[in-house]
């Protein structure tokens, strides 16, 4: 099932919402971060798109969501929205800080976000329903990521959502083996979004 989504005036209220609170989340490159230039940097992937896919899914607001590679925090804001608790997973410091100074200028409206500061990994995903990611990194570490959670999927067996952000073909990337794959929402002028559910 594909879904084609276009640019509505929701964007605009969004823009408008990151300038009146004050948030910082520009695009980084991976040399200024002090990670191999051949990656991708950060990019903001909260927002509009992640918000209507959520809508869609129509998951229990009592699970708890992962952002792998949460950057500065804005698709953290947007998964704070329909779950009950968000954890945002970050290597660089650099982007943990801001992310922690836009969590402050929300407020109340983002307690439930913890955000971490580790290498996802070695970060214990137990604790989770719903897992994103939005390219952080190279397919190598993407994998590694992959079999963890499907390790703790198959420990403690659950019902699982994997949402990933991703410019090229998904099996490039990761080969998930205990998801498959639900829907691929697609963006006028932007990257995919691939749905995964738990078999």
């Known amino acids: ?8 005036h929701v964007y605009v209220r969004y823009s408008l919402w990151k300038l009146w609170h004050g948030l910082d989340l520009s695009g980084v490159s991976a040399d200024r971060l002090g990670f191999d230039a051949s990656l991708r940097g950060h990019a903001n ?5 992640l918000a209507g896919i959520l809508r ?10 992962v952002d792998i590679g949460s950057g500065k925090g804005g ?25 922690k100074a836009n969590q402050r200028k929300l407020g109340a409206r983002v307690r439930n976000i913890t955000f971490v500061q580790e290498d996802a990994r070695f970060a214990d995903y137990d604790k989770f329903q719903l897992f994103y ?8 570490v993407a994998r590694a990521v992959l079999a963890k ?10 019902e699982a959502v994997l949402v990933v952000y991703h410019p ?21 002028n932007q990257h995919p979004i691939y749905i995964f559910k738990t078999q």
Not at 133 to 140: C, D, H, I, Q, T
């Open 1 to 8: 099932m594909r879904a084609m989504l276009t640019f509505d």
């Open 45 to 49: 992937t909260g927002g509009p798109r």
């Open 56 to 65: 869609r899914l129509r998951l229990s607001e009592m699970w708890s969501a």
């Open 75 to 99: 698709a953290c804001f947007t998964l704070a929205r329909f779950f009950h608790s968000v954890r945002g997973i970050e290597l660089s410091p650099i982007l943990m800080e801001v992310a």
């Open 133 to 140: 990611m939005a390219n952080p990194f190279g397919s190598e």
């Open 149 to 158: 959670i499907e390790e703790s999927l198959e420990r403690l067996g659950r």
């Open 168 to 188: 090229c073909k998904i099996d490039e990337w990761i080969q998930p083996k205990r998801f498959k794959l639900s829907a691929v929402h697609e963006f006028r």
